[in-house]
């Protein structure tokens, strides 16, 4: 450890040695270089940056908007709001740019060939960052004008309304039109589906499945209590009298039951339901309700769609807030000056001692350098 230390400080002490041998030539060099550098620092154009804070805000929703947003969840619909980093992203956009080119003549201004070479310049000036709390910031740097700079924020702003706006209304006309197809599509298959339904009603006599069934189990069930009541009483009088004409009589009765049972099985009344016809006739009629029904669900959610979308359209409005105004910057962007005459000086030092035990080196190993190349 005191080798090292020793080291160190021989080290330390030879490039002491140096300096204090050669203060002259060190000082005049720093002194061309400093002065050097000032005057380049004084000569390059100089640049500001104005800067502006953006806010998001919230969206004012009515009680039916609310309703037909959560009804969106499905998938459908468009609610949901412009993120920050969508908007962020609507900045650095080629329309934007454009706009700014034509505005501001900046192809000429930066003596660019093409557009995309202008391209390159906003993007190197242009700064957008994400505050992280729903707002975001715009800046731009811009040569010897400070107002310019600020005029151009400004002007990015406004463009950015426009342009975010142009996008929710085309999203929003795109929607209306999907939903508005899909509804009336979907609304005459319903038509359809009813117009149907009458036929087939009209055709079977089928009006209400549950009801019709059940009036005609009712009515059969009635005729069996009747036929069996009947039955009893003919075995009763078949075993204690001998009164063929009342046998006869019952008989004849039930006779007359089972005849209504069977009409009642297979007639076409159209009021009480041949239950013949229910395995074939009610599955027709189950499948055509459940398609009404079906379709009438999707109807009535594509309605509230539909309406959504109108309102969508209509509502389109500005969800932007300049929280912060862009002005005219005060102080100087770039360059630099202290910080940069700062580097600059102390890598002069750096180098100049480089240079400095280059020398002494070559001077004190002369012979032997002389040896080497002999």
Known sequence: MQEINTEQEKSALYFLRLILQNWKLLFSTYLLVGVTTVIVLLLLPQWYRSSATIVI?????????????????????????TSVDTYMQYVRTKKMYDRLITQFNLQEEYESVTKEDTYDFI???LSVSDNENTTFTISYAYKEDPEKSAEIVNFI??????????????????????????????????????????????????????????????AIAELEKQ??????????????????????????RINSLLSEINNLNTSSNKTILALDNLPESSADYLRLIRDIRITTQVTEFLRLQYEQALLDEQKINSDLYLLDPPQPPEKRFKPARTKSLVIVMFFTFVISLILLRIYDYLVNNKQRLAQMMN
Request: glycine content about 6%; proline content about 1%.
């Open 157 to 218: 702003f406004n463009e950015l309304d426009k342009i975010a706006l142009e996008v929710e209304k085309a999203q929003a006309s795109n929607f209306k039109k999907y939903i508005e197809q899909y509804y009336f599509q979907t609304n005459r298959k319903l038509t359809d589906y009813e117009d149907s339904l009458i036929v087939f009603q009209t055709k079977t006599g089928i009006i209400d499945l549950e009801s019709q069934v059940e009036a005609t189990v009712l």
């Open 123 to 125: 993007s190197e000036y």
């Open 227 to 252: 036929k069996i009541a009947l039955q009893i009483e003919r075995n009763v009088k078949a075993q204690t009298i001998n009164n063929n004409s009342r046998l006869k009589e019952i008989d004849t």
């Open 57 to 81: 805000l919230e969206e004012n929703t009515s009680p039916l908007s609310g309703v037909l947003n959560n009804i969106s969840s499905f998938g459908l619909g468009i609610g949901g709001g």
